[in-house]
């Protein structure tokens, strides 16, 4: 999967795209595949103790019942809010006024009415453009957090 860079699995040539989107709705990809990312857990954990911490992600939902289930399982003191794709095309439709958001897309942060946002991971097609705050670790997204102490 690290090999994996444009949005749309090109590289995987022996199934369709239609295909290769069903798998992200099986039970399979979040038992047996899905890591979490490096030092995210702890960092999360940490902030959980200052912050609320909400997790917003977008799916059909088969994929968004999957990750509640998830996420209730490993990070328990979170909510949760599922933005389903049959009606929604990013993530606006969600209130983050007074919220930091993380998000690794682009257009997600731009439509997001969140006060503060950071793009995570590395540049690629679909956060390129992005021209705000990147991290591309969670030790420095909680190092951005720290440096908002008193204003989130």
């Known amino acids: 999967w690290r090999e994996i860079k ?4 090109t590289e995987l040539s022996l199934d369709t795209p239609r295909n290769i989107d069903k798998y992200f709705c099986k039970p399979r990809f979040f038992n047996d595949e899905l890591e979490i990312y490096s030092s995210a857990k702890w ?5 959980s103790r200052k912050y609320p911490i909400v997790f917003v992600s977008s799916g059909y939902t088969p ?3 999957l990750k509640k289930s998830w ?11 599922g933005v389903d794709l049959e009606h929604h095309e990013d993530k606006s439709s969600v209130d983050l006024e007074g919220y930091l958001f993380v998000d690794d ?14 793009c995570y991971g590395e540049v690629y097609p679909w956060n390129e453009e992005w021209d705000g705050v990147r991290c591309e670790h ?3 997204i909680y190092q951005e957090v720290r440096g908002l102490e008193g204003k989130v």
Not at 43 to 47: C, G, N, Q, V
């Open 71 to 81: 996420l209730s399982k490993h990070f328990p003191y979170a909510e949760f809010i």
């Open 6 to 9: 444009p949005w749309e699995f």
């Open 63 to 65: 994929n968004l019942i």
């Open 43 to 47: 960092i999360i954990e940490k902030l």
């Open 138 to 140: 969670w030790v420095e």
């Open 105 to 118: 897309v682009a257009k997600n942060l731009q439509t997001s009415n969140a006060t503060w946002k950071i």
